[in-house]
């Protein structure tokens, strides 16, 4: 039996639930009624048990296929219906008594909140293994909401709703960008016809940034090294091409996120860039045409090598690179060098701090079975993300920021079908979901920033819900802001 209903509120605002009301899924089948009469009762579906209704595909990729519930006509009569006066405070988690079910295991559990005066509703669980947005019940609605349901534990987690195409524009320009809740991609180009383990996204570059993702990891191979007029960076994953079918070239990624930028200007997105790929050329022949071919504009490129904020770089790219760079280079920005510093971090590792960045980057998931270590590790890499406090306005911190926390879920086996990188996204996506609805920042030290959460195979079949929890937790920034004024 599913436990009572629990709400969490990962929002800026405090909300209220005010009226509960229950409805038998349309098309349930009756079974047999209870002995002694009372109510019927619906089948016991195995597969609805474990569904966890909840964001990128969960019921298909954990728990083998449940249905979701029909959904439910906007003149549904309901059999049962009470006023309630719940208060859940920002960032607080709140356990009612308020049972999931009453008659059958199908029923469908309609929520109305209040928040600032105004109601939103939401039915649970939803009519599609998803995310849902709130339907506001008045006009004008100040705020919009997002929810994430899981069915098996009775779990509601609620997110401010942000427009993925712009979501930087509601945070402060005084905000360090090392404690954003960014959303990136691994191998960010690679959602060509390739090799399996070669490709790990699922869509390309502008489908990534109209859906929220602001970090591209990206591996280039100079084509010509040892020309100087020449800015041919193919795109490679190793020593492989993205492309079965043709090179693709790096000039064409910077196009698209110039055109990007221009289209959306309170945005900033970073680019880490390493040298791949066959062939004689050097890490210092690669900052030689990154420099002269690429990043030299300052008005559309930000190359120094400290952390900024995010006012410094809005319609602008960031350079992060993981490469080493030339003499004449190491003497820009008063000697400090050029591009943020993420050079050479420790292969493999669960946790290492080099340069500007702390990084989860476990990546020999040889064996199925190690999928679980690599969920813990990048649960672990979370948790030191938010644990972390960013000087704001008006607050006592220290001045200098904290390193960029990069995670990358990613991870695979070229040998080992189930360890493809499709293969342990699907496994691995939906548990940071869940960590993040329901575990992450509980203890409420630091911001609650998740850091840069590098993923494969977002966006898979239009779902981008991993995206929308990470840049939720953004919230919490809104939070401490209001409480500094």
Not at 22 to 50: D, I, M, Q, T
Not at 229 to 238: E, K, N, P, T
Not at 347 to 372: A, K, M, R, S, W
Request: a positive charge.
């Amino acid at each position: 039996m599913a436990p009572p209903l629990t709400i969490r509120n990962l929002t800026a605002a405090p909300l209220e639930l005010k009226l509960i009301e229950r409805y038998e899924a349309p098309g349930a089948p009756v079974s047999a009624p209870k002995l002694g009469g009372g109510f019927p009762l619906g089948p016991l579906n195995g597969p609805l048990n474990s569904v966890v209704n909840n964001v990128t595909n969960i019921a298909s990729n954990i728990t083998q296929g449940g249905p979701s519930s029909p959904k439910l006509a906007e003149n549904a009569k309901s059999f049962h219906h009470k006023d309630v006066n719940i208060r859940v405070d920002a960032f607080k988690t709140v356990k009612t008594d308020i049972k999931a079910t009453e008659r059958s295991e199908n029923e469908i559990l309609r929520l109305t909140i209040e928040s600032d005066g105004q109601k939103y509703r939401i039915d649970t669980p939803s009519s599609s293994p998803s995310s849902q947005t709130f339907k506001p019940l008045t006009q004008n609605p100040r705020r919009q909401y997002t929810a994430v349901f899981n069915s098996k534990e009775t779990f509601l987690t609620v997110y401010s709703s942000s427009n993925l195409n712009s979501w930087m524009r509601e945070l402060k320009d005084e905000t360090p960008l090392s404690a954003l809740s960014i959303p990136g991609t691994h191998n960010s180009p690679t959602c060509h016809t390739a090799l399996p383990s070669v490709r790990c996204q699922a869509v390309g570059i502008k489908e990534q940034l109209d859906n929220g993702i602001r970090f591209f990891d990206i591996r280039v191979q100079p084509q010509e090294p040892d020309k100087k007029d020449s800015d041919r960076l193919i795109l490679v994953h190793g020593v492989f091409p993205i492309s079965l079918t043709g090179n693709k070239y790096l000039r064409d990624l910077i196009k698209e996120t110039e055109g990007f930028l221009d289209r959306n200007r309170s945005e900033t997105v970073i680019i880490s860039l390493k040298r791949e790929g066959p062939g004689n050329h050097t890490d210092q022949q690669l900052s030689r045409i990154l420099y002269d071919h690429y990043a030299k504009d300052e008005n559309r490129w930000y190359t120094e090598a400290r952390i900024p904020k995010l006012g410094e770089v809005r319609h602008k790219i960031v350079l992060m690179r993981r490469f080493a760079i030339e003499d004449r280079l190491k003497k820009m920005h008063g000697g400090k060098g050029w591009g943020i510093n993420a050079e050479n971090w420790a292969y493999n590792t669960p946790n290492d701090t080099h340069g500007d960045v702390c990084v989860q980057d476990f990546c020999e998931v040889l064996e199925t079975e190690n999928i679980d270590k690599k969920i813990k590790f990048s649960r672990d890499h979370l948790e030191r993300a938010g644990n972390c406090l960013c000087p704001l306005p008006g607050s006592n911190e220290l001045a200098k920021p904290s390193p960029f926390y990069l995670n990358f879920l990613s991870a695979s086996n070229f040998w080992k079908v189930g360890c493809w990188p499709d293969k342990i996204a699907a496994k691995l996506n939906p548990a940071i979901v869940d960590w993040l609805c329901r575990n992450h920042h509980t203890d409420e030290k630091g911001d609650g920033s998740t850091g840069i959460v590098v993923c494969d195979w977002v966006g898979d079949k239009g779902d981008w819900d991993l995206v929308r929890c990470i840049v939720g937790m953004n919230s919490k920034l809104e939070l401490r802001e209001k409480n500094l004024k």
